[in-house]
T-cell receptor
Framework: AQSVTQLDSHVSVSEGTPVLLRCNYS??????LFWYVQHPNKGLQLLLK??????LVKGINGFEAEFKKSETSFHLTKPSAHMSDAAEYFCVVTIFTGNQFYFGTGTSLTVIP | DGGITQSPKYLFRKEGQNVTLSCEQN?????MYWYRQDPGQGLRLIYYSQIVNDFQKGDIAEGYSVSREKKESFPLTVTSAQKNPTAFYLCASTRTSGGPTDTQYFGPGTRLTVL
């Protein structure tokens, strides 16, 4: 069975400080993993994805994530938070045999000026 | 520009009415999906379609219906049987029907409110 756990429902950081949003997954197969960002009343925008190539994945807007199979984690990081990063972030897992996408419950990021 | 459009952006429904949410994509994607989003619950799959004229129930299909008569269109009807339809509805698509590197692309969403 596949599942995703986002370990923090809310994260607050000061502008200019690092961001860490945590995601752990469970998968019976080699997974593909994604991070999406959602601003209020908007659709989800893809930040980055991991599909069994390089374990360190770089995405848009300075975000990156590292796939750690031994820890079943796919944490999202950014060296320096910007006010525009304030949004909801979703970690998603899927496996190659199907088109079922499993979503975490989301992490709300607040950036303090 | 290629993408997914959803209309309307906001929709108000009276109790007992059926309403239809539109989802159109010009990405030439095979598969399309409907999700419901409630605060603190992430996204839950309502229905998905891998090819034209075929669709499958997701985790919360009760009270909803869909059709897939054209590749680019996947409308969702919220029926009066849906007990708590107030939510944000998101449509998505993927290029294929389950490839290893498939990525979901999302529309901007429709917020449905029952009066």
């Amino acid at each position: 069975a596949q599942s995703v756990t986002q370990l923090d429902s809310h994260v607050s950081v000061s502008e200019g400080t690092p961001v860490l949003l945590r995601c752990n997954y469970s998968s019976s197969y080699s997974p593909s993993l994604f991070w999406y960002v959602q601003h209020p009343n908007k659709g989800l925008q893809l930040l980055l994805k991991y599909t069994s190539a390089a374990t360190l994945v770089k995405g848009i807007n300075g975000f990156e994530a590292e796939f750690k199979k031994s820890e079943t984690s796919f944490h999202l990081t950014k060296p320096s938070a910007h006010m525009s990063d304030a949004a909801e972030y979703f970690c998603v897992v899927t496996i190659f045999t199907g088109n079922q996408f499993y979503f975490g419950t989301g992490t709300s990021l607040t950036v303090i000026p | 520009d290629g993408g997914i459009t959803q209309s309307p952006k906001y929709l108000f429904r009276k109790e007992g009415q059926n309403v239809t949410l539109s989802c159109e994509q010009n990405l030439n994607h095979d598969a399309m999906y409907w999700y419901r989003q409630d605060p603190g619950q992430g996204l839950r799959l309502i229905y998905y379609s891998q090819i034209v004229n075929d669709f499958q129930k997701g985790d919360i299909a009760e009270g909803y219906s869909v059709s897939r008569e054209k590749k680019e269109s996947f409308p969702l009807t919220v029926t009066s049987a849906q007990k708590n339809p107030t939510a944000f509805y998101l449509c998505a698509s993927t290029r294929t029907s389950g490839g290893p590197t498939d990525t979901q692309y999302f529309g901007p969403g429709t917020r449905l409110t029952v009066l």
